[in-house]
């Protein structure tokens, strides 16, 4: 079972289930250089996060911004997959404008990531560090 298996038929079970979405992630996290990218930028957030300690409410926004990141990162993988799949190594006008348009909501992704990370982790280091304006 798993990435390798032939297998093309429903899953039979839940742990079936399970077992292929694993190993869709564990696919996702060993191809993709750019989503372990991410899982790091999102480990040293949580990490400064612990040290900073945090409100709860700054947490739901942590947490919101590296999910919006993972979630993006899985759709461009998928529409890279799809893509590759159907066109193979040719190159085609819309093939270019899936790939591109996913890595757009990438980027987007990032972008808000970069926006929660800065406004609330920029007052909250300024007060630890008791830096002022
Ligand atoms: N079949 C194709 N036809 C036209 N353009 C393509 C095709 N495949 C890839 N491209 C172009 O090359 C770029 C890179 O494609 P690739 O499949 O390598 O994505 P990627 O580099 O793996 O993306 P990411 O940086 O998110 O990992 C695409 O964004 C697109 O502009």
Known sequence: ????????KKNKNFFQSLFHALSGIYSLVSTERNFRKHIVMAVIAVLLGIWLQLTVNEWLWITLAIFV???AEVLNTVVESIVDLIVGPHYH?????A????AGGVLIAAFFAVVIGCLIFIPELMQ???VQF
């Open 1 to 8: 079972m798993g990435l390798n298996d032939k297998q093309v």
């Open 69 to 71: 990141v993972v979630v």
């Open 99 to 102: 790939k591109d348009v996913a």
């Open 93 to 97: 006008k819309e093939a270019k404008k």
């Open 128 to 130: 630890e560090f008791n």
